[in-house]
């Protein structure tokens, strides 16, 4: 069993791009720990400088305590799963999975034993004899998986494993994933570029960008507090909304929404600032039916529906609001994509509850929000300010 451990860990390529930036966290034994952000911001890398594949620039990486940066990807005792599985098609699916241990020079007895246990952990048994291009994409992966197991590494890196396999098979994967890690043991790193994954699927999670890690912490935690614009904007689906406040006289105003309340007590103002920047989700948001639904902590407000997506349970309800204050934030383009100017429309998406909610197109509907549900972002850093 391992923990594993990355101090101030740096990439930068002999072209000078800077892959990853001063990394720092620790997984600790046993546990399954996710590496999640966009395309491009580093994932790959990071993955690569851990098991072996890619040289640290500066910093270190540490197993139970001991630097690792100078060993061989052989002598780490790792085993990475590649998105493109990587199985060899002359061989059958048993000679795939006994590769590494015919490699590490294990006895034929033992080869044949470990292969037969692990094919049964991940129900390849009645596959074994067969040749990679007659199975589906889910039992190629589980090869690829078994490849990986079969060794007992101390630990398991897997990079995007179930970015080919269609929506069905990519949930059903999910769920084997996290039974299989229950039934190991193995502490493993995990990256994707899919948000629901990492919230289903880890115990905490490491949000990068642009090759800097922004925050740590379980899934709750960072769908909850997120520390900045772009984690807050990168957890959750539909999208937090964004839109600015104004600051006039300790009250936060936003007619679009009107929003005209006092700042929250515990918003953590460094200096005074003239405006803020106001996360919702969409599922904090209300349809009020009559004035008794009013309270004190709401903030309600009449709006046209402009689009209404039936998901089953729930209703997506998009409205437009037209824009009277939007001051040059380009933080938001960068860090959310969303680029607006006084005037435009700004669209927010309300996440309702459909077996309660009737609404259509068209409609007017007073939609409410409480004040304590609102996230709070400083407009020039994109820190959190509550
Ligand atoms: P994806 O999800 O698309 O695979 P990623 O998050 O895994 O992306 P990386 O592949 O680690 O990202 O790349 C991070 C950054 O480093 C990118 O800007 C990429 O262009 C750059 N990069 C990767 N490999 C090299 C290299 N050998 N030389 C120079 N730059 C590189």
Redesign the pocket.
């Known amino acids: 069993m391992a923990s594993v451990e990355l101090d101030k860990v740096t990439k930068q ?3 000078g ?1 800077v ?1 990853i930036k001063d990394a720092s966290f620790t997984i600790a034994d046993g546990e399954f720990f996710i590496l999640v ?1 966009p ?8 993955l690569h400088m851990i098991v072996g594949l890619e040289e640290t620039s500066s910093g270190e990486i540490r197993v139970n305590g001991q630097m690792i940066n100078h060993l061989d990807p052989k002598d780490r005792n790792m085993a990475l799963v590649f998105q493109s599985y990587a199985l060899y098609p002359h061989m059958s699916v048993r000679e795939n999975i006994a590769f590494p241990l015919i490699m590490a020079k294990v006895s034929k007895p033992e080869i044949i034993r470990r292969v037969e246990e692990t094919a049964a952990i991940l129900e390849l048994s009645l596959l074994l004899d067969s040749k990679p291009r007659i199975l589906s994409g889910g039992q190629r992966q589980r090869v690829a998986i078994g490849r990986a197991i079969v060794r007992n590494p101390e630990v398991f890196l897997l990079d ?1 494993p179930l970015s080919n396999l269609d929506a069905r098979l990519r949930n059903q994967m999910r769920i084997e994933l996290a039974r299989l890690h229950k039934r190991l043991g193995t502490t493993t790193l995990y ?1 994707t ?1 899919d948000q629901t994954e990492a919230m289903t699927l880890g115990d905490r999670l490491a949000i ?1 960008n642009k ?1 800097v890690i922004q925050q740590i912490g379980t899934p709750f935690e960072l769908y909850q507090q997120p520390c900045n614009l772009f984690v807050a904007g990168f957890m959750g689906s539909p999208a937090m909304n964004f839109f600015p406040a104004r600051i006039k006289d300790d009250q936060l105003c936003f007619e679009p929404l009107g929003l005209q309340t006092a700042i929250p007590g515990h918003t953590d103002f460094s200096k005074p600032l003239d405006y803020v920047i106001v996360g919702i989700r969409p599922e904090d948001f209300y349809v009020l039916s009559n004035e008794n639904d009013r309270s004190e902590q709401l903030i309600a407000f009449d709006a046209q529906v402009d689009r209404v997506e039936w998901l089953g349970a729930e209703l997506l309800v998009y409205i437009r609001l037209k824009i009277d204050f939007w001051p040059d934030m380009s933080i938001l383009v960068r860090d959310v994509g969303l680029e607006k100017k006084q005037g435009d429309m700004l669209e927010v998406i309300a996440r309702l509850d459909a077996t309660s909610t009737i609404v259509k197109k068209g409609d007017t509907v007073t939609l409410g929000f409480n004040i304590d549900k609102l996230h709070l972002f400083d407009p020039n850093t994109g820190d959190r300010l509550i």
């Open positions: 390529f002999s072209d791009t892959a952000g395309s491009g911001c580093g994932k790959s890398t990071l995007e990256v570029h990068l090759g």
